[in-house]
C-alpha cells in the first residue's frame, strides 16, 4: 500500500490559480486526481501513467494541467482560471498495477486524505 499525501489546496477567487502536490511514498504505475463535491459522485480529473501519458476530463483541458517528478515520486496538478463549480475535495489516487490507467476510480488502489479546493465568484 502507498501513502500519497496531497498539499496545496485553499481558497481562491474565480480565475485565480491553485497548484495541488502530491507525494507518494512507494512505488507507482499510474497516478490521478479526481475530484468529489458535496452531493456528488467522485470523479475523474486527470491520469499519467510512467511513461507520461496523460488523459484529462473534457470539462478541465485547457485548464488544468497534470505533470509527475518520478524521481521524487510527487504528482502534480496546475489548476488555472478556476470556477466555484471547482469548489469540491481534490484527491490524489495511484496504483502500481499495469493494467491501471488511473482513469476509472474502480481501478484505484491507494487514496490520498483529500485537500479542499474553494472557488468564490
Known amino acids: 500500500q502507498v501513502r500519497l499525501v496531497e498539499s496545496g489546496g485553499g481558497s481562491v477567487r474565480a480565475v485565480g490559480s491553485l497548484r495541488l502536490s502530491c507525494a507518494a511514498s512507494g512505488y507507482t504505475y499510474c497516478m490521478g486526481w479526481f475530484r468529489q463535491a458535496p452531493g456528488k459522485e467522485r470523479e475523474l480529473l486527470s491520469s499519467?501513467?510512467?511513461?507520461?501519458?496523460?488523459t484529462y476530463a473534457d470539462f478541465v483541458k485547457d485548464r488544468f494541467t497534470i505533470s509527475q517528478d518520478n524521481a521524487k515520486s510527487t504528482l502534480y496538478l496546475e489548476m488555472n482560471f478556476l470556477k466555484p463549480e471547482d469548489t469540491a475535495m481534490y484527491y490524489c489516487a495511484s496504483s502500481p498495477y499495469v493494467t491501471s490507467f488511473c482513469n476509472v476510480k474502480e481501478f484505484i488502489d491507494d487514496w490520498g486524505q483529500g485537500t479542499q479546493v474553494t472557488v468564490s465568484s
Open positions: 499519467i501513467v510512467r511513461s507520461g501519458r496523460t
